[in-house]
């Protein structure tokens, strides 16, 4: 069973910066992709960014383009979320997601797991 832990959200006001971490449990992390998801009160969760299993690949939703960068560091089962010049519109519940797949998709049903969250919240 693959646990997902994240943490690193807060409370920051627009134009800050924020890193989210993702601990895995799985003992293969290296060889999964790894995505971030956000789901805004109201909405349907959404996909952020996504990374190869190598970190040769990754993908981001044209919204957090340019300000968003994922990461990942598969000696220590972590994936890394670093996010600057936050906006308001960025304030959602960050999720961490495992895909058994080799492939770097955006798609929220191509996921086999999923952390509980961490709260982001910008203040304009």
């Known amino acids: 069973q693959v646990q997902l832990v994240e943490s690193g959200g807060g409370s920051v006001q627009a134009g800050g910066s924020l890193r989210l971490s993702c601990a895995a449990s799985a003992r293969t992390f290296s060889t999964y992709t790894m995505g971030w998801f956000r789901q805004a009160p109201g909405r349907e969760r959404a996909f952020v960014a996504a990374i190869s299993w190598s970190g040769s690949s990754t993908a981001y939703a044209d919204s957090v383009k340019g300000r968003f960068t994922i990461s990942r560091n598969n000696a220590k089962n972590m994936v890394y979320l670093q996010m600057n010049s936050l906006k308001p519109e960025d304030t959602a519940l960050y999720y961490c997601?495992?895909?058994?797949?080799?492939?770097?998709?955006?798609?929220?049903?191509?996921?086999?797991?999923w952390g509980q969250g961490t709260q982001v919240t910008v203040s304009s």
């Open positions: 997601a495992l895909d058994y797949g080799d492939q770097v998709v955006p798609t929220l049903h191509s996921y086999d797991y």
